[in-house]
């Protein structure tokens, strides 16, 4: 990275951040009337501002300036940091706690606290009431219905095992509490019930990949005409990707139970096995439909994006993960060439639209990063740069928060929104763009995309 690149990247991170630090400014511009999305694809499309949660909401806030504080790219973060706990803690005491979720709960909240915590010298009594509240739930609401799902033969909807909504995102927090005897179990029981889904399952008479999912499940809303029999995602936000993801990362980081290298393995190659070659390039599609995984149909790209969500960039960087985890080279370099294939790509193929981490130009350059700086792969540095550049290029200095993510509505019209957060808003961007220069902080490992 030039030193002319990073000082940029910097002003433009203190700046914006200074244009944030204000919680209740912050969440009125998010809540603006006129700041929504009037033709999602789904009802939490859209959604610009929810208090307690990590993608758009305190958490957020408070992970971006506790990590702009130990970098010291900003004045006063510690300041800032804890006003926006003492919101959180008011939207507690108000709302209540009714999901364990890292993206859009309990999960979330703690992780973000922690981070802010200075290595365990602050906010303890009020994590400690969370992690117990956290802890004392996870196996009935997850654990427990993934095995009855199990033992029933019954498909499992992601929001059970999901990064973001589901076990997978939970037990990543878990992954930082090790020393903690019941996080520590818990990520054990965790990896136990995805090396448990990743098994068949009985569907129909038929033997299948245990992550089937029903054409009811609410993640097939869009799908039911192309897949009417179900279909076997293959995002890292939702999919199969997500689970193989906290295997491998769980599996370096030193959980190993029985039957989870099979796991990985399993489905490492089964991931490997739907790559579509196009244009002398590796793609994923985002789903493989029942007909093409058991009827012998063509497998076809049903969708493109070159994001962290959905596409090559989240899919390829878990391959290589799980790759670390086999001590596999050959599935490394699959997924390095697979990796670099995006760059033969036009950047309007990428179907990226707007700045965020979920599904914008930062997930890419920030797992570009991360990818650039594994042995083999140092050939993707001028890449860093060159997203750098893009990212700037979405810079406005007139939005509230300099970038604005973009939806796109059943209309198929672009609709850009003010997002405060980390997954879909400004928060993440940046984060991303301050790693540039900053590589030691720990904010990213929600994505899953780090051991």
Known sequence: MTLVHTDVYLQIVHDVSMNMRDPEAVKAIADDLENVNSSPFFPLAGTTWSDLSLTNGYPSLLLLFSTLEKQGVIEDGDAIAHSYVLKIKEAIESEGLFHLSLFGGVSGICFALNEASCQGTRYQKMLNSLHSFLLDRIDSLYLAPLKNNQQKLIPTSPTLYDPVQGVCGIGRYALENLSLPPFFDAAENIAKALVALSRPLNYGGQSIPGWFLSPLDTLN?????TCPKGNFNLGLAHGVTGILAYLSIAFLRGIQV?????????ISEWIRSKAIT??????WPYYISWEEELE???????????AW???VPGVARTLFLAGKALDCESLKTFAADAYRGIFSRKQKDWHLPGPTLCHGISGLLLITHEMSKESGCEDLVPRVDELGDTLLSM???QAPWGFKDVEIGRDGKACELNKPGFLEGTAGVILALSSLSESRSNWH???????
């Open 258 to 266: 029985e039957g989870q290298k099979e796991a990985i393995h399993t």
């Open 221 to 225: 809303a869009r799908n039911r005409e």
């Open 395 to 397: 810079y406005q200095p």
């Open 445 to 451: 490992l929600p994505l899953l995309i780090h051991e």
């Open 278 to 283: 196009h244009n002398g390039a590796i793609l």
């Open 296 to 306: 012998g149909a063509t497998a076809v790209i049903n969708g493109s994006k070159d």
């Open 309 to 311: 969500c959905y596409g």
